[in-house]
């Protein structure tokens, strides 16, 4: 046997090893990636960094829905970028990015509903509390609280549900059903390998509920 013939056959071998371990990966093991960049953007960035690695982010997430497209927790993330990415960009250019970020999360639910823990129900819920209402948007305030609740229901002391909802709430001017839960959020077991995403979030809730605290003073 030559050294060619040898060496197609070593290439194939790596190729069927590679294509192995891509389909061994659990779902978390694939979008690992996706999620440590994304908390690197958001906790480590100034906002006005943000929206271009958002969208080199959303990129990298659609080429792994092309490959795991019947995978949940694929489509939620894809989801929670491109709503990221509209967060950053806001005004009426970023209607495109939340309709799709709504498409990807539906996607999602239609798979497995309580893929990570229930969160296309949250994200979807944050985006239908933030997005504007008809004729400009889908917003749906009723549809938002229906959501969370799910969410809730699915993941009861996680860290994320209970400061979506609990920021929906300050919103609301709902401001003691809101403390109750961002103290709950605050109180969330860490997620492995999830610490930087962890670390940004709580101080997110502490710089709330201090915004709470002080709306509190204001109307004694």
Do not use: C
Request: aromatic share 8%; no cysteine; glycine share 6%.
């Amino acid at each position: 046997m030559n050294a060619q013939a040898i060496t197609r056959i070593l290439i194939a071998l790596a190729t069927l090893m590679f294509s192995s371990l891509s389909l061994a990966a659990t779902p978390e093991e694939v979008i690992r990636p996706i999620q440590d960049r994304w908390a690197e953007i958001k906790y480590r960035l100034p906002e006005a960094q943000q929206a271009d690695q958002y969208r080199a982010l959303a990129e990298q997430a659609r080429k792994l829905v092309e490959n795991h497209p019947a995978t949940a927790e694929v489509l939620i993330w894809e989801g929670i970028v491109l709503s990221s990415e509209a967060g950053v960009r806001g005004g009426l250019g970023a209607l495109s990015l939340v309709k799709e970020a709504r498409d990807r999360l539906e996607a999602a639910l239609k798979l497995n509903d309580k893929a990570l823990n229930g969160s296309a129900y949250t994200s979807l819920a944050t985006l239908y509390a933030k997005v504007p209402g008809w004729p400009i948007g889908f917003g749906d305030k009723e549809r938002a609280d229906a959501y969370f609740k799910k969410s809730l229901v699915i993941n009861p002391d996680g860290i994320d549900p209970n400061f979506f909802y609990g920021e929906y709430l300050a919103e609301r001017d709902q401001v003691r059903e809101a403390r109750t839960y961002l103290e709950t959020a605050l109180k969330a077991p860490g997620r492995p390998g999830r610490e930087l995403a962890d670390s940004g979030r709580r101080q997110e809730i502490q710089a709330m509920m201090k915004k709470l605290e002080k709306l509190e003073r204001e109307t004694r």
